[in-house]
């Protein structure tokens, strides 16, 4: 009757304004049990990297910039809209990057290996050397996460670390509208509107 249906509303709008509570009392826990980030084992067991508190925090360090802020975001947490993930939302009809015929477009690829994106981390490798004084040779690990090394000082992290938001930005940017710009002409330009040396 009528007042089967109030209760079922009833309960359907608790459940809708407290779904913790509910989620606590399904698993009859009183209260909730921290729970690494789906990224953070993702990361661990692909590329065994632990998704420590500075790798969290580091976009936070270096901008204010919420686009570049997101972009590391939903790199850390393995949600960057490469065509593997588009193409499971039935967005694109392929999973290989739109470079390099053969690839599947993982993160890694998409921001690192990818052909059209591997002079582009020279050319920032160069730009650390030129503004800092001291080279850093970029891998998998340091572009997609940031480097923390003691051998630089705290203030050349935090530009380097930049940088690196930048030039994937600058990728991304490149590889979601097909520019035909080239990259370097895109980072720097990215670099001149976001990044100074003395920050």
């Known amino acids: 009757g009528r007042n089967g249906q109030q209760t079922v509303d009833h309960e359907a709008s ?4 407290k779904p913790k509570l509910i989620r606590q009392l399904l698993h009859g826990k009183d209260k909730t049990e ?5 990224g953070a084992l993702f990361w661990k067991r692909k590329l065994n990297v ?4 500075e790798i969290w925090l580091m976009a936070r360090k270096v901008t204010k910039e919420v686009r570049l802020r997101e972009l590391q975001w ?5 949600i960057y809209p490469t065509n593997i993930l588009l193409q499971k939302m039935k967005v694109v009809d392929s999973n290989k990057c739109n470079y390099c015929v053969d690839e599947i477009d993982f993160i890694e690829h998409f921001f690192f290996y990818c052909q059209t994106v591997q ?7 160069k730009t650390v050397a030129a503004n800092v004084g001291k080279r850093v040779k970029f891998t998998i690990e340091n572009v997609l996460f940031g480097i923390f090394e003691n051998y630089f000082s705290s203030k050349d992290l935090l530009y380097i670390n930049h940088l690196i938001l930048v030039a994937k930005m600058s990728i991304s940017m490149k590889k979601k509208t097909m520019s035909v710009i080239p990259l370097q002409l895109i980072f720097d330009e990215n670099v001149r509107l976001r990044l100074t040396k003395n920050q």
Do not use: A, S, T
Not at 34 to 38: I, Q, S
Not at 119 to 125: C, I, N, Q, S
């Open 74 to 78: 939903k790199i850390n947490h393995n």
């Open 34 to 38: 921290l729970v690494e980030p789906h």
């Open 119 to 125: 002079p582009l981390w020279v050319y920032v490798e």
């Open 50 to 53: 632990n998704i420590v508190d």
């Open 14 to 17: 608790k459940f809708n304004q």
